[in-house]
């Protein structure tokens, strides 16, 4: 079975403040592939990340970057000095090769920075 | 290019009666795929069309129901609608349909069931 776990379901933090999202994921498959999403207050989930499972590099994209650990099954999003415009719901997926767009989301973490 | 294109964006409907979705891909995606969000249950997967053929589906019951036109244009169906089924339904695009390529979604319907 496919699952995604985001155990923190909000986070408040302080502009400029670093925050550090936690996604822990569970699947059988040897190829498969990770991803996050923004959800702002307007609802589309925007695309920020995909990662597949062979290429455990470390990526940042400005003040984004992604830790993914497949010995720990961790896939972790960290924004460094965030900002105000930060705030939505961000949520991290998964799909198995083959899957045809079926992702498995987790729950979503809230993260509110506030000025 | 415009992106995702879904309407309507609100949707109120009663007990027991239908509705139709519609979702417009990006141009050139031939993949379409459709989730409902709910607090509850979180964003769970409806199923998902390529060339206007399904290759797959989520766990939902028969009610729910898709297609997918020549011009990759997607509706979706839901039928004897219940209350829990208010939700925001989001559709999404990609270009292969393959599980590496990202998927772009729109801003989604929110449909409300009284």
Sequence with gaps: AQKVTQAQTEISVVEKEDVTLDCVYET?????????YKQPPSGELVFLIRRNSFDEQNEISGRYSWNFQKSTSSFN???TASQVVDSAVYFCALIFSGGYNKLIFGAGTRLAVHP | ????????????????????????????????????QTPGQGLQFLFEYFS????????????FSGRQFSNSRSEMNVSTLELG????????SSSEGSSNSPLHFG????????
């Design chain 1, 28 to 36: 059988r498959d040897t190829t498969y592939y990770l991803f996050w």
């Design chain 1, 77 to 79: 999003f960290t924004i």
């Design chain 2, 107 to 114: 801003n989604g319907t929110r449909l409300t069931v009284t």
């Design chain 2, 85 to 92: 089924d208010s939700a925001l339904y989001l559709c999404a």
């Design chain 2, 52 to 63: 206007e053929t399904q290759r797959n589906k989520g766990n939902f019951p028969g009610r």
């Design chain 2, 1 to 36: 290019k415009a992106g995702v294109t879904q309407t309507p964006r609100y949707l109120i409907k009663t007990r027991g009666q239908q509705v139709t979705l519609s979702c417009s891909p990006i141009s050139g995606h031939r993949s379409v795929s459709w989730y409902q």
